[in-house]
T-cell receptor, first 116, second 113 residues
Framework: KAGVTQTPRYLIKTRGQQVTLSCSPI?????VSWYQQTPGQGLQFLFE???????NKGNFPGRFSGRQFSNSRSEMNVSTLELGDSALYLC???????????????FGQGTRLTVV | AQTVTQSQPEMSVQEAETVTLSCTYD???????LFWYKQPPSRQMILVIR??????QNATENRFSVNFQKAAKSFSLKISDSQLGDTAMYFC??????????FGAGTRLTVKP
């Protein structure tokens, strides 16, 4: 079956703009988590959605938001982009929400966002 | 707050030899999950192995095994018979029962022919 699909793969935006990233989980998976990976901070958890509800949120400013649709696809939005938002954004899907039952998460290839 | 520390930014190993990547963590929880993820140049994150804290037996997946020392809060990954395809970034991760996840900074492993 198809893996986790993230679009677009690469994105260049200017400061002050906003951006929306998309994540399509593995078929049947209802949990989607988002992560930001930067050389300086490593891999950081952004938020997790399950059944269209946000379950967990990492320590990021309110400029970072997300949502999940009824088909489990998820979008992440970053408003008023800053240079420091340049990063690889990874999405992971799993059957159950983290901490409940099957915790194995499958990652997409990520979206490389560059803010100039 | 939980933290995960990987003290080896880079490591290298000869093909067919064994290498151990270290990971320590800090938590006050008694039950939690630990993971090792591999990120090859393709950027995808691949789950290598996981361990549930309440299980004393060390997890093993083919050439990959862990040495889980709960009292010492240590979770090292041993790769036996290293292969060129093992070259990647390896991330250690901790997850508490609430689902909050923390990752280490990663260890870049290079397998040399």
């Amino acid at each position: 079956k198809a893996g986790v699909t993230q679009t677009p793969r690469y994105l260049i935006k200017t400061r002050g703009q906003q951006v929306t990233l998309s994540c399509s989980p593995i078929s049947g998976h209802r949990s989607v988590s988002w992560y930001q990976q930067t050389p300086g901070q490593g891999l950081q958890f952004l938020f997790e959605y399950f059944s269209e509800t946000q379950r967990n949120k990492g320590n990021f400013p309110g400029r970072f938001s997300g949502r999940q649709f009824s088909n489990s696809r998820s979008e992440m939005n970053v408003s008023t982009l800053e240079l420091g938002d340049s990063a690889l954004y990874l999405c992971a899907s799993s059957f159950a929400p983290t901490g409940e039952g099957n915790t194995e998460a499958f990652f997409g290839q990520g979206t490389r966002l560059t803010v100039v | 707050a939980q933290t995960v520390t990987q003290s080896q930014p880079e490591m290298s190993v000869q093909e067919a030899e064994t290498v151990t990547l270290s990971c320590t963590y800090d938590t006050s929880e008694s039950n939690y999950y630990l993971f090792w993820y591999k990120q090859p140049p393709s950027r995808q994150m691949i789950l290598v192995i996981r361990q549930e804290a309440y299980k004393q037996q060390n997890a093993t997946e083919n050439r990959f095994s862990v040495n889980f020392q709960k009292a010492a809060k240590s979770f090292s990954l041993k790769i036996s018979d290293s292969q060129l395809g093992d070259t990647a970034m390896y991330f250690c991760a901790f997850m508490n029962p609430a689902g909050d996840m923390r990752f280490g900074a990663g260890t870049r492993l290079t397998v040399k022919p």
